[in-house]
């Protein structure tokens, strides 16, 4: 197995808790509260800002200028990742003075918190590997709701949002990802791959904890 695969089956049983988690459900048969919802987007919208910031950190950590480059080129992907959520914050009624008087939430802020002390912390592939659980999960999550139901893509509502992450590009963007992980640890020691398997491991966790936080909307 290469990097990727032995992370993912390290955090295999986390992710399958993914899929049945009662605000994905919610996604998948279009019957999510839209309050829910609502409470979800706008903390997202707060991650994604730390997410880049994650990226940002990674371009200076990075040791060569190929690695440099894909980290700066995810940083302007991620105001294309913002453009669906304000299409989805426009459609609530979302107010931008709204989310910035809106706190982070304890679970949002502890995920946020993690990933930059890795990025300040740890090198190249580590940030990587904790950029990846959101960026990969998303798209497995989405592709999993339209296998169990093809029509989800079809909802008014909920549709953009499946649609967001399952098209080509945005699979293409995690390929590159994960290739270059791959990369970056071909020659890691058992040691510093079980080091990497922890960081994957307690993002995917805290994905975990972003949608029971979001299913209990709760600060």
Known sequence: MNTTEKLLAAAAEIWKCYHGHPFVQGIKNGTLDKEKFRFYIIQDYLYLEDYAKTFAVGVAKAKSLRTANLFAKYIPVMNGELDVHS?????L??????IDSTPRSIGNLSYTSYMLRVAYEEGEAEILAAILVCAYSY?????NIVKD?????RDEFYGDWIKGYTNDDYSR???ILMEELNRLTE???EKQ????AGIFTACSRYELMFWDMAWNTRL
């Open 87 to 91: 299409g989805y914050l426009a459609r």
């Open 93 to 98: 009624g979302v107010t931008q003075e709204e």
């Open 139 to 143: 798209e497995v999550i989405a592709k």
């Open 149 to 153: 139901r093809p029509d989800s893509v």
């Open 173 to 175: 963007e995690n390929v």
């Open 187 to 189: 020659n890691y020691t």
């Open 193 to 196: 791959l079980q080091h990497l």
